[in-house]
């Protein structure tokens, strides 16, 4: 079964901390991996994409990793601000021909002042 | 570029009764849109695929006549909730993919999503 496993569940931080986020995955064929962050009550948005030939990829102060071969990826965010504080979502795309995403179940990451 | 835009974005309504959500991209067209449900601390459940001019995917456990979906335009797509209950009250997201448009490089393979309706059924 295709699943995407995040850890930890919940992380509280303080202000200009650094984290990272962890997710394992046993989705395939494999497409690409997604982190969104989801504000509350918000729909989630785009931090960084990877294909399989991607090991590291950066959007300002989120930098995402991921190993293909062992199905891992992470999320390291540097000099955690308040406005941090949300879910991070990891995603899996299949590769199939609608693209079906996979969701993890969301590490909620609370940045303290 | 690649806005997705839900209306209402939170709407309460009495048991029985019907409620419909717009899902729109406004500067991109979308063949294909999707609509998920979240329940509070859990993360996005797929409910169904909608695809232009042609009837929905529902995904497993999802009552097709119970949400109603009408992909009429590449740019809209509606979900309608009828006879709602209680226990239909969730946070709905839907999400578009690009397939043309006047956004420089549109991704086909990006799934853009919506800011959510918040439904709650009294």
């Known amino acids: 079964k295709n699943q995407v496993e995040q850890s930890p569940q919940s992380l509280i931080i303080l202000e200009g901390k650094n984290c990272t986020l962890q997710?394992?995955?046993?989705?395939?064929?494999?497409?690409?991996l997604r982190w969104y962050k989801q504000d509350t009550g918000r729909g989630p948005v785009s931090l960084t994409i990877?294909?399989?030939?991607?090991n590291t990829k950066s959007n300002g102060r989120y930098t995402a990793t991921l190993d293909a071969d062992t199905k891992q990826s992470s999320l390291h965010i540097t000099a955690s601000q308040l406005s941090d504080s949300a879910s991070y979502i990891c995603?899996?795309?299949?590769?199939?021909?609608?693209?079906?995403?996979?969701f993890g179940t969301g590490t909620r990451l609370l940045v303290s002042p | 570029g690649a806005v997705v835009s839900q209306h209402p974005s939170w709407v309460i309504c009495k048991s029985g009764t019907s409620v419909k959500i717009e899902c729109r991209s406004l500067?991109?067209?979308?063949?294909?849109m999707f609509w998920y449900r979240q329940f509070p601390k859990q993360s996005l459940m797929l409910m169904a695929t909608?695809?232009?001019?042609?009837?929905?995917?529902?995904e497993q456990g999802v009552e097709k006549d119970k949400f109603l979906i009408n992909h009429a335009s590449l740019t809209l797509s509606t979900l309608t909730v009828t006879s709602a209950h209680p226990e239909d009250s969730s946070f709905y997201i839907c999400?578009?993919?690009?397939?043309?448009?006047?956004?420089?490089?549109?991704?086909?393979?990006?799934?853009?999503f919506g800011p959510g309706t918040r439904l709650t059924v009294l």
């Open positions: 999400s578009a993919r690009p397939t043309s448009g006047k956004i420089t490089r549109p991704s086909t393979d990006t799934q853009y």
């Open positions: 997710c394992n995955y046993t989705v395939s064929p494999f497409s690409n």
């Open positions: 990877m294909t399989f030939s991607e």
């Open positions: 995603v899996v795309s299949e590769n199939t021909g609608f693209q079906k995403l996979v």
């Open positions: 500067d991109f067209q979308a063949t294909t």
């Open positions: 909608s695809n232009e001019g042609s009837k929905a995917t529902y």
